[in-house]
């Protein structure tokens, strides 16, 4: 399945490991967009600024579940989105 992947980092070496991540759970990495670094209207675990990405990615949906996981894990991810494209 497709997905949009929208995710702040507060670092930005920390992509090859998310890429990873990916891979692992047996996904691609189709497009990738970066936003740039925004200021963030409130602190999200006490960060004020981040770097906005958006990538589409295509996961085989039972893998997603495990997948989510390892992202509410990392914690270099200050957020992250997940929609059906």
């Given at each position: 399945?497709?997905?949009?992947f929208?995710?702040?980092?507060?670092e930005?070496?920390?992509?090859?490991?998310?890429k990873?991540?990916?891979?692992?759970?047996?996904?691609?990495?189709?497009?990738?967009?970066?936003w740039?670094?925004?200021?963030l209207?409130?602190?999200?675990?006490?960060?004020?600024?981040?770097?906005?990405?958006?990538?589409?990615?295509?996961?085989?949906?039972p893998?997603?579940?495990d997948?989510?996981?390892?992202?509410?894990y990392?914690?270099?991810?200050?957020?992250?989105l997940?929609?059906?494209?």
């Amino acid at each position: 399945m497709t997905y949009e992947f929208t995710f702040l980092l507060n670092e930005e070496k920390e992509l090859s490991v998310i890429k990873e991540i990916v891979v692992a759970h047996k996904g691609e990495v189709i497009s990738e967009t970066t936003w740039g670094k925004k200021q963030l209207i409130y602190a999200i675990k006490k960060h004020y600024s981040a770097v906005f990405y958006c990538w589409k990615i295509k996961i085989p949906k039972p893998n997603m579940s495990d997948f989510k996981k390892k992202l509410n894990y990392n914690e270099k991810i200050i957020r992250y989105l997940l929609l059906v494209s």
